[in-house]
């Protein structure tokens, strides 16, 4: 690990209004690596990933993004780091007046310098890649299923070829077949493009199967980063509490 | 430290017959054009070294291959770094030399045909809507103990009460506008007085409830569209209906309610300080003192003419609840279409309120009112 991290969090303190949120929160993340944010509800999760996605902005603390500091991102530093950072949001937030071809070749559009013709064929590659069917290109979100929605926004999320991506609860809402399958999809994806992927997830099959480390949020920071296997056997309490569940054993024996 | 930048480019070596690709093949390093070649150089045999090549993305991948396509023979990509050659493949996997599917498009006459058909199935929606409602809420009304009377308090504070600064600002300068336009050709005649007559009269039988009606469909109707719309995209709608809910019942009933008892105190509000900015102009400009404005009044007019314009405002109410939660409940899909829906209340609302209006004109007309 002679490489420094792709992403930095130094420090991090999130309030709102009397609550605090994380205090003195560090993580660090490895290129290449597939890492999941674990935790109980309120511990902050999605806090976190807007803050590392630069949506909000954090009051103390310092955030790194492919070695730059993004604390307080210029403008141009900003677009910068947006070409170069693609987010899978919770609920796809696909644009719903678009179809999906054109929802995955706006940031094409937007960000690069190509013909009109490569930018959709590009576009259907993503589709393709994402693996939805090509008739998918030509429909509105609302006459996707979950499953397509969800393979819909990574396209667009993939569409600038970054190198970075984050998943806000990728197999939430997914059939367990769907869900497995995402997961792979986005091992395979992250092989071959050599993607760095920070998501949070609930799914215990998606911890076990395709995360390289996993950081656990409790205490207003992230009291451990592990691989899985090593994470369940952490004494801690709070991690204790949260895989003795029956519901994040590893099921893939069974 | 951040890598020198170089971008993508093609370099041909005629004599040796090689094209060579160099530099970075990632998305921002890429332009149109890129991978064309022209017509001669698309009949020689060439080799492809791509050996140069430093970065290379799914985007430069799809070019290199439209790169080969075009050449003769499909050479082979000579010195190909092994990382490059994995992502090569998944794209030449995933790629589809077909162009997408394209969306249907109409011509004009089609179009015209289409339109026609829309605005049909819309007014037969309409009066679908009208019926549901109605026979949903007929009978519920038959026993008030079970309206929701505490939303309709709510939606009464909000259409009505807060309504009123800005009724009453525009009341007042409309009063004032129409006393001051009536005013001057009645001095000339020595008719200052008649301003009086005017003014009672256009206010209270006309401009009142208008005012109120068109200010109550723009801020109350359209706020009604969207938050039903609203409420149909993310199934709250279907949820109530679930519970065992009407939604018609929960929704458009206390707000039907609310308008019916807060648009005719409206239209008196509006009538009030409407007088009030003509008195103040009267007054001001053109010698009518406050008592001889009050003296006059009941004089001017008739008691019929206040009774006549607040008899409008239920109906108005009536119309603006109808329109904009019929636009409401008729959302489908796309936040796109809340708009569109709100946009639709607001001007389908004012239009049916001026054609009502109108209607009322000819029968107070004809009952010689």
Redesign the interface.
Known sequence: MSEPPIIRVQGLRTQFGDTVVHDQLDLDVHRGEILAIVGGSGTGKTVLLRQMILLDAPRVGRIELLGRDCTRPRARDLRWIRERVGVLFQHGALFTAMTVLENVMLPLLEHSRLARATIQELAMLRIRMAGLPSAAAGKYPNELSGGMVKRAALARALALDPEIVFLDEPTSGLDPVGAAAFDELVMELKELLGLTVVMITHDPDTLWQATDRVAFLAEKRVVAVAPVAELVKSPQTDIQRYFSSARTQDRRAH | MPEPVLPARITRDSDASIIRCEGDW???H????LARLGRRDQRRQWTLDVSSIRRL???GA??LL?LQDQLPGKPAFDGLQARHA??LK??EE???PE?????VRYGPLASLGKATMDVLAQTVAFLAFLGEFASDALPRLLRPFGVRWKQVVGEVQQAGVHALPILGLLSFLTGVVIAYQGGTPLEQYGANILIVDLLTITMLREMAPLMTAIIVAGRTGSAYAAQIGTMRITEETDALRTLGIGPLEILALPKLLALLIAMPLLTMFADVLGILGGMVVAHTMFDVSFTDFLNRMPEAIAPSSFWVGIIKAPVFAAIIVAVSCHHGFAV?????AVGKATTRSVVQSIFLVIVADAAFSVIFNLLGL
């Open positions: 990632s998305l921002e890429l332009r149109r054009g993305d799914t985007a799809m070019l439209e994995a992502l998944l794209v995933h790629r589809e162009p997408p599917p394209r969306p489908q899909g796309s936040t796109e």
